[in-house]
C-alpha cells in the first residue's frame, strides 16, 4: 500500500510491505500520504479531508441523518455551501417549482442550523460549486477536496486530491472530516505536442475518454502531464481534469506549476493563502510534482499534434469522433457492442454514413463546470461577434459562475451574445443536467459545452452532442456542427 | 443499516452496459429531501413510453421479472452522476444484488460497477457482485430459459445459486472489507467517531502544516 510508511508510524502492528519514504512519488501518493489519519484494522485508510463543499441536491438527507443521530459538523469553518443545480437562471425573483424551492430552503436552513457558510442565491459569489471552489481560493494545490458531486475532479487541475462522493459520504465527512477510502490505482496520461488552432483541452479529454472507454479509468486517479498539459491555463486544466469521472477516473490532476502559482495569486481570493503565507505555500507546492522514476500503475500517450475537434454522436462520452467523421456503422465502434450503438444511434437519430458536419442543431448550450468560465466564454464571444445565430436556434449562454457574469458584463461579453440572438443568463448549471426548467424537448439536437450525452440527460428524449465552446458557437451560427478549424 | 447474509429471490435481467445514474433515477427526482419514496421512479424513462404508459418491451416491465430482488446488467453499470438516489431507488425498488460483468478491453480489464456508485451501495446494504463476462452471459441464458428463476445469494460463501432444473452454483470474489460491511450491516460513521482521538491528534499537526 502507497501509505506503507504512514501505516506503520500509526499502526505498529500492520505488516508494511514497502518503506517508501526513499521511493520515487507520484503527486497522487505525495497528497494521500500527508492525509492518512488513520489506518483502520481492516487495512482501509482515513483520508482528512481539508475542504468540504457542499450544493442542495446532494446534502439535505446528510443534514438530516446528522440531525436524526445527534451529531455536529466536526469542522464547519471548512465546509462550503453554494446552490447550484436546481436554481432558475432567468427570473431570480422567485422559484416557480415548490418542491425546487423546498430544496433550496433546506440547504439555507441546514446551513444555518449547523453553521455552514453559504453562497445562496443572489449571493455575489453564488455559482456551480466547481466554478467557484477555485475563484474563492477554497482549491489548493496539495490539498485533499470532496463534494456530493462526481465532477469534482474539476479541482485536480490545481495539484489537488478531489472526488465526488455520495450522500452517505457526504454525512460522513460532515461528521468525521474523514472519509474510508480504498487506494485508487494510478494512471499517468501523458499529452505530447502542441495543439493547433480550433483545438481545445475539451477536445483532448474527449479524445481519452474515447481511447479509454467510460470505464477505463475506474479505480484509479489519473495524472495528466506533457507539454500539452503544461501549455494550457488553469482554466483549460480544469475542463481536462472536470471530465475525468467521464472515464470512470475516480479523479484527475495536474501538477502544480507557475501557471498555477498565477492563478492563485492573481485577484482576490478570500480562502487562499496571502502575502508571506503565500510564499510559504508556494515553496510547498513546489515539492508536490511526482518524482522523477516515480511508478504509475497504468501509463498512455496521446499525441495532440493531429488532434481534430471532437464530437459525441451518441449517449455515451465514450462515443465520440472527430470532427471530420461521419456516423459510425453500429459494428464499428472498439469498446461498445452492436446492440449498444444501436440503441444509441436509434435514441439520437442518426443514420450511419451521415457526415457529422450535417447534422443539423436545434438548441446550444455553452456553460457548467466543464466549459462556463470566462475564457469559455470569451472563445465564445469571439465566434459569436459580429455574427448572427442560424433562424430557429435557441442559444443559451450560462456564466458558471456570478463572478463570471459579472466579469463577462464588464467585457461586454454579454452584448456581443445578445446581439447575436443568444440568450444570457445568470449562474447555474442550468441546462447541464436540466433540473431547473432549462431543458430540451424531445428529440430537440443540441450542442452542448457540458459534460454528459446520457439519454434523456438535458431533458427527456434529447439529443446531446458534446464540443468545445468554438464547436458549439460554430454550431449556432451555421445550424449544424462545422469543422471550426476550416469553418469561415 | 440492513445486513447483507444470505437472499433468495428472482433474477431479472437488463441487457444493457454503461447503465448510468441519469437513467438508474432522473433529475426530476433528485429535488426530493428525503431518503425515500424513488421505488416508483427507477428507470422511470426506460418503463414508461413517452405516453406514459408501461413500456412492454423494457425488460423490467416483464410479469416475470416482478417482485425480483437480483438485477444482472452488463459492464459499467452505475456510471455517471455521483447521485446517491440512484442506489436509493435501486434498493426501493425492492433488489438486494446487481451483478455485471468486469470487462476485457484492448487496455486491460476494466471493473463492472462503477467506483461512486459501488461505494454508495455498500453503504446502503445494496450487494455489487462482479463477475466474468462468461459467466454473466450464462445468467442471461438461463434466466431467458427459466421463467421464474430464483436464485440464493450467500455473502458469506461467496456463491449464487440458481435454483435452475440442473441448479448451477456461481463463486464470486469481493473486497473483504466490503463483505465485512455488508454481512454486519455497520455504520460507519459510528465506528470512524471511535477514532476521534487519532483525528484530533492527526488534525493538530495537520492543520499547522497544510496551506489552506
Not at chain 1, 5 to 13: C, I, K, S, T, Y
Not at chain 1, 119 to 135: F, N, S
Amino acid at each position: 500500500m502507497f501509505s506503507g510508511a504512514f501505516a506503520r508510524d500509526l499502526h505498529p502492528g500492520i505488516p508494511v510491505r514497502y518503506d517508501l519514504r526513499i521511493m520515487p512519488k507520484t503527486l497522487f501518493q505525495k497528497i494521500w500520504d500527508r492525509h492518512v489519519a488513520g489506518v483502520m484494522p481492516d487495512g482501509t485508510t482515513l483520508l482528512y479531508i481539508d475542504r468540504h463543499l457542499i450544493h442542495e441536491v446532494t446534502s439535505p438527507q446528510a443534514f438530516e441523518g446528522l440531525r436524526l443521530s445527534g451529531r455536529k459538523v466536526r469542522r464547519p469553518e471548512l465546509t462550503i455551501a453554494t446552490m447550484d443545480h436546481n436554481v432558475p437562471t432567468d427570473d431570480r425573483s422567485v422559484i416557480k417549482d415548490p418542491i425546487s424551492k423546498a430544496q433550496i430552503e433546506a440547504l439555507e436552513n441546514y446551513c444555518r442550523e449547523f453553521g455552514v457558510t453559504l453562497y445562496g442565491l443572489g449571493h455575489a459569489r453564488q455559482g456551480i460549486v466547481h466554478i467557484i471552489g477555485p475563484e474563492l481560493g477554497l482549491t489548493l494545490p496539495g490539498t485533499t477536496i470532496v463534494c456530493g458531486d462526481s465532477h469534482t475532479s474539476t479541482h485536480g487541475a490545481f495539484g489537488t486530491l478531489a472526488f465526488g462522493i455520495g450522500t452517505s459520504e457526504v454525512e460522513h465527512v460532515l461528521a468525521t472530516q474523514t472519509l474510508r477510502q480504498s487506494t485508487p490505482g494510478t494512471f499517468k496520461v501523458e499529452y505530447t505536442g502542441t495543439l493547433r488552432p480550433g483545438v481545445t483541452a475539451k477536445d483532448m479529454i474527449l479524445k481519452l475518454i474515447g481511447m479509454i472507454g467510460t470505464a477505463g479509468g475506474t479505480g484509479s486517479v489519473l495524472e495528466y502531464t506533457g507539454a500539452a498539459v503544461r501549455a494550457l491555463s488553469m482554466e483549460e486544466r480544469m475542463t481536462i481534469c472536470n471530465m475525468s469521472i467521464e472515464g470512470g477516473a475516480r479523479a484527475g490532476m495536474i501538477a502544480p506549476d507557475d501557471t498555477t502559482f498565477e492563478y492563485i495569486s492573481r485577484d482576490k481570493r478570500p480562502f487562499a493563502p496571502q502575502g508571506e503565507a503565500l510564499d510559504k505555500a508556494i515553496a510547498f507546492w513546489k515539492t508536490l510534482p511526482s518524482d522523477a522514476g516515480a511508478a504509475y500503475d497504468r501509463e498512455l500517450t496521446i499525441d495532440v499534434n493531429q488532434l481534430a475537434p471532437q464530437i459525441t454522436w451518441g449517449t455515451s462520452p465514450g462515443m465520440v469522433a472527430d470532427v471530420t467523421a461521419r456516423v459510425p456503422d453500429p459494428d464499428g465502434v472498439p469498446g461498445y457492442n452492436r446492440t449498444d450503438v444501436e440503441k444509441a444511434l436509434d435514441y439520437m437519430g442518426l443514420t450511419p454514413g451521415t457526415p457529422l458536419t450535417d447534422l443539423a442543431v436545434d438548441t446550444v448550450f455553452i456553460g457548467s463546470c466543464t466549459n462556463g468560465r470566462i475564457e469559455d466564454l470569451r472563445r465564445a464571444a469571439i465566434v459569436f461577434a459580429g455574427r448572427a445565430v442560424a433562424k430557429g436556434v435557441r442559444v443559451l449562454v450560462v456564466p458558471g459562475s456570478e463572478q463570471v457574469r459579472k466579469q463577462a458584463e464588464g467585457e461586454g461579453l454579454d452584448k456581443v451574445f445578445k446581439r447575436a440572438g443568444c440568450e444570457w443568463r445568470f449562474a447555474g448549471c442550468s441546462m447541464c443536467l436540466g433540473m431547473n426548467p432549462d431543458q430540451l424537448k424531445p428529440q430537440q439536437r443540441c450542442a452542448s459545452t457540458s459534460n454528459r450525452n446520457f439519454e434523456g440527460r438535458q431533458g427527456k428524449g434529447g439529443r446531446t452532442h458534446l464540443v468545445s465552446p468554438e464547436m458549439a458557437a460554430a454550431a449556432a451560427i451555421a445550424g449544424h456542427f462545422v469543422d471550426f478549424r476550416t469553418w469561415k | 443499516m440492513q445486513p447483507f447474509v444470505k437472499e433468495r429471490g428472482i433474477v431479472a435481467t437488463l441487457d444493457r452496459a454503461n447503465v448510468d445514474t441519469d437513467q438508474i433515477i432522473p433529475k426530476q427526482f433528485l429535488k426530493s429531501i428525503r431518503r425515500t419514496g424513488f421505488g416508483e421512479a427507477l428507470f422511470i424513462d426506460w418503463k414508461r413510453r413517452p405516453d406514459g404508459t408501461p413500456d412492454p418491451d423494457f425488460a423490467l416491465n416483464q410479469p416475470r421479472f416482478k417482485d425480483a430482488r437480483i438485477l444482472v446488467a452488463r459492464n459499467n453499470f452505475g456510471c455517471g452522476s455521483s447521485r446517491e438516489h440512484a442506489v436509493w431507488a435501486v434498493v426501493q425498488a425492492g433488489f438486494r444484488t446487481v451483478i455485471a460483468p468486469r470487462k476485457t478491453t484492448a487496455n486491460g480489464e476494466v471493473p463492472a460497477f462503477a467506483d461512486i456508485f459501488a461505494n454508495n451501495c455498500v453503504k446502503n446494504g445494496l450487494l455489487t457482485i462482479e463477475l466474468t463476462e462468461r459467466e454473466v452471459d450464462q445468467l442471461f441464458a438461463v434466466v431467458a430459459a427459466t421463467p421464474g428463476l430464483e436464485a440464493t445469494v450467500d455473502l458469506a460463501a461467496q456463491t449464487i445459486t440458481l435454483h435452475a432444473a440442473t441448479p448451477v452454483v456461481i463463486r464470486f470474489e469481493i473486497d473483504p472489507v466490503r463483505k465485512d460491511h455488508l454481512l454486519r450491516g455497520l455504520d460507519d460513521i459510528a465506528m470512524t467517531l471511535d477514532y476521534e482521538p487519532q483525528i484530533s491528534a492527526f488534525e493538530k499537526t495537520h492543520d499547522a502544516q497544510m496551506p489552506r
